[in-house]
């Protein structure tokens, strides 16, 4: 079964508009994290943002925020503000705690913005 | 600043051909992690290290092996390159410790002819 789900293989929105980007997750451990990567066209993994299971505050991080709703198990992220360097592949991942030290991350497919001037 | 370094960004090997992508982290990070990335798949986690000499599978291993006789360097090695291998490598590496994310290379884009 799918352990990360993002269902939107591509997305575009306009220069300056806000735009959420969907991320379900499955998890029988009441522990884990959360993380959102950017990948620009250059290929490099940029972490973004991250949202511990036990955080009651969505995180922020500039303009990324992470619209987490723990009970329905989904992780949106949020991009206010679009800018023409936002356009980029987008990822979510999760980390479970019964990984161990370890850390490995689990990543879902994957969603491609491009944003309009 | 931390880095992460692969030491190709772009490969083109024969069938048949044993190839090996090289990662080298200047953290002292405990562990280290391959990763292959294919269109609609996302990524998707080869094999992993958490100690030199080290490894455990992850949930593609089939045709592939790694090696790791130093921390700071996490070998993959295709033992017969295929075409079915043609694909984006990513090497990643993080602390042991904490919960802290990864770090990750630029990747090495591989194609197998």
């Known amino acids: 079964a799918q352990k990360i789900t993002q269902t939107q293989p591509g997305m575009f929105v306009q220069e300056k508009e806000a735009v959420t980007l969907d991320c379900t997750y499955d998890?029988?451990?009441?522990?884990?994290?959360l993380f959102w990567y950017k990948q620009p066209s250059s290929g490099e993994m940029i972490f973004l943002i991250y949202q511990g299971s036990y955080d009651e505050q969505n995180a922020t991080e500039g303009r990324y925020s992470l619209n987490f709703q723990k009970a329905r198990k989904s992780a949106n992220l949020v991009i206010s503000a679009s800018q023409l360097g936002d356009s980029a592949m987008y990822f979510c991942a999760m980390r479970e705690r019964s990984s161990g030290n370890t850390g490995k991350l689990i990543f879902g497919q994957g969603t491609t913005l491009q944003v309009k001037p | 600043d931390v880095k992460v370094t692969q030491s190709s960004r772009y490969l083109v090997k024969r069938t048949g051909e044993k190839v090996f992508l090289e990662c080298v982290q200047d953290m002292d990070h405990e562990n280290m992690f391959w990763y292959r990335q294919d269109p609609g798949l996302g990524l998707r986690l080869i094999y992993f290290?958490?100690?030199?000499?080290?490894?455990e599978k992850g949930d593609i291993p089939e045709g592939y092996s790694v090696s790791r006789e130093k921390k700071e360097r996490f070998s993959l090695i295709l033992e017969s390159a295929s075409t079915n291998q043609t694909s984006m490598y990513l090497c990643?590496?993080?602390?042991?410790?904490?919960?802290?994310?990864?770090?990750f290379g630029s990747g090495t884009r591989l194609t197998v002819v």
């Open positions: 998890t029988s451990d009441q522990s884990y994290g």
């Open positions: 290290s958490y100690d030199v000499k080290m490894k």
């Open positions: 990643a590496s993080r602390t042991g410790t904490g919960g802290g994310g990864y770090t």
